[in-house]
């Protein structure tokens, strides 16, 4: 499907720094889902979404699902190097699921 | 958490072959599966999605006849990719769902290099 619109492309930043990233779409979803994908490896997920104005957290993620359905941001706080990856958001409505284009992570130790 | 297998993890054939790539949901019983193509350094692009016992819905720009999808029981989706060539070479990814109202949970990947 369509691609929503993330932000950043990619992040480089030092261990211990918290980090933010946001999907942004013209079109309302049901179902926000933040994806972790490592080299070579298939994504994990991560955080899912279900509610307009939910925030939910797991472990050091924070991710909220925006009040308009059309937005979604994915906190990361103080950042580890194994947090190093590419994140992907995706919004689902029933059978249609967009992905973002994804944020590169580098951690510096 | 839900767990989906691919097998194999990685296939290098020769140009003309087929190949044929399993996708499994092992701790439950997926009404839809998900098939997507990745290229380094890109997103996820969906090149079908296909229900248990009907046919696959392919995406625009995807040849049905050239990647043939088997959904044959709620735990078992296949992707064969008939005589294929080197432009097939990619990172192949499935993924299953328990419902609509559900998440996707992805494969590992499986990785085809055509030589």
């Known amino acids: 499907g369509q691609q929503l619109n993330q932000s950043p492309q990619s992040m480089f930043i030092q261990e211990g720094e918290d980090v933010s990233m946001n999907c942004t779409s013209s079109s309302i979803f049901n179902t926000w889902l933040w994806y972790k994908q490592d080299p070579g490896e298939g994504p994990v997920l991560l955080i899912a979404?279900?509610?307009?104005?939910e925030l939910t957290s797991n472990g050091r993620l924070t991710a909220q699902f925006g009040i308009t359905r059309k937005d979604s941001f994915l906190n990361i706080s103080a950042s580890i190097p194994s947090d190093v990856g590419i994140y992907f958001c995706?919004?689902?409505?029933?059978?249609?699921?967009?992905f973002g284009a994804g944020t590169r992570l580098t951690v510096k130790p | 958490g839900a767990v989906v297998s691919q097998h194999p993890s990685r296939v290098i054939c020769k140009s003309g072959t087929s190949v044929k790539i399993e996708c499994r949901s092992l701790d439950f019983q997926a009404t839809t599966m998900f098939w997507y193509r990745q290229f380094p350094k890109q997103s996820l692009m969906l090149m079908a999605t296909?229900?248990?016992?009907?046919?696959?819905?392919?995406e625009q720009g995807v040849e049905k006849d050239k990647f043939l999808i088997n959904h044959a029981s709620l735990t078992l989706s296949t992707l064969t990719v008939t005589s294929a060539h080197p432009e097939d070479s990619s990172f192949y990814i499935c993924?299953?769902?328990?419902?609509?109202?559900?998440?996707?949970?992805f494969g590992p990947g499986t990785r085809l290099t055509v030589t």
């Open positions: 296909s229900n248990e016992g009907s046919k696959a819905t392919y």
């Open positions: 993924s299953a769902r328990a419902g609509t109202l559900y998440e996707q949970y």
């Open positions: 995706a919004g689902q409505l029933f059978n249609d699921m967009r």
């Open positions: 979404l279900y509610k307009a104005g």
